[in-house]
């Protein structure tokens, strides 16, 4: 049997299958989380608050590290001086040695749905729909000429990094949409 599944939860530690092929189990049963481009729900686990809140620790005990990231974050970007991307990728490499809460994913393998048709949305907001991310993640952006969505398989690094943005908590972008 094959089970379609919208939107799950984060609930399977590292997956038991590749590409609904069973490793290891017997039963016929074939498991696809279909996750919604930009959606937080099916994105986040226990893991990912560890991790937040251990991040969010450090911060609160290191006044100096919140003053030094305001004072070298300040601006767009593309207006950044290098040593101050430099200090900025050092800095997140660091902490992220910390992160280290146990993630949980989606069931079965995870295919990511990409709508072209967004509304005046740019999936952009939460981390996980962003365009950049996505390409950098999966080495491609491809869209197709008809505006029908596609999905595209996606590995368990898609959910390694919770990313906080402000539609993170979106209700809509868990809904499916055509």
Known sequence: ATVYAYGP????PQPTTKNGVSMGDSSDVSIYSVINEGDPFSCISLGHFADVTKA????????HLRSAILLRTDGRIENLHEQDLEWCTDTMNSMRMQMEGEK???PGDRLLYLSNYR???NGNGNGNGDKKRRSRRNGNNRRNSK???TMEYVPTGFFDELVIGPRMFDLSRHIPRL
């Open 119 to 121: 509304s005046g949305r």
């Open 56 to 63: 969010l620790s450090e911060l609160c005990e290191k006044p």
């Open 104 to 106: 949980l994913y989606p």
């Open 147 to 149: 505006n029908a969505p």
């Open 9 to 12: 939860a984060c609930v399977s």
